[in-house]
């Protein structure tokens, strides 16, 4: 059974920066993507960006000029850079994996496993 754990929300001020983690563990075979969604309470979950084997990267929208995503294939892990961070990026964020999407298809169309979530609040 694949676990994702999220670490590195917290709290910080309009314009500062947080990097999120997350480590997968429990895989048998491999996580062709992995991502981070994010979600406000009463508003959808929204992807952020994903990033697959093969190095493609998709964002959503204009969250490419301050987002950045990366990860090692090899040690199952998924990293999000996130600076100039505005009131409007306080969410929930999930780390989540797909074992065949590419990015933009496990972005867009989901993924099939998920963390617990890990909260990010920004306040002005």
């Known amino acids: 059974q694949v676990v994702l754990v999220e670490t590195g929300g917290g709290s910080v001020q309009a314009g500062e920066s947080l990097r999120l983690s997350c480590t997968a563990s429990?895989?048998?075979?491999?996580?062709?993507?992995m991502g981070w969604f994010r979600q406000v309470p009463g508003k959808e979950r929204e992807g952020v960006a994903a990033?697959?084997?093969?190095?493609?990267?998709s964002y959503a929208g204009s969250l490419k000029d301050r987002f950045t995503i990366s990860r090692d294939t090899a040690k199952n892990t998924v990293d999000l850079q996130m600076n100039y961070l505005t009131v409007d990026d306080t969410a929930m964020y999930y780390c989540?994996?797909?074992?065949?999407?590419?990015?933009?298809?496990?972005?867009?169309?989901?993924?099939?496993?998920w963390g617990k979530g890990t909260l990010v609040t920004i306040s002005s």
């Open positions: 989540a994996a797909h074992p065949s999407r590419d990015a933009y298809d496990s972005l867009y169309y989901g993924m099939d496993y």
């Open positions: 429990g895989v048998t075979g491999s996580l062709y993507s």
């Open positions: 990033m697959d084997s093969g190095g493609s990267r």
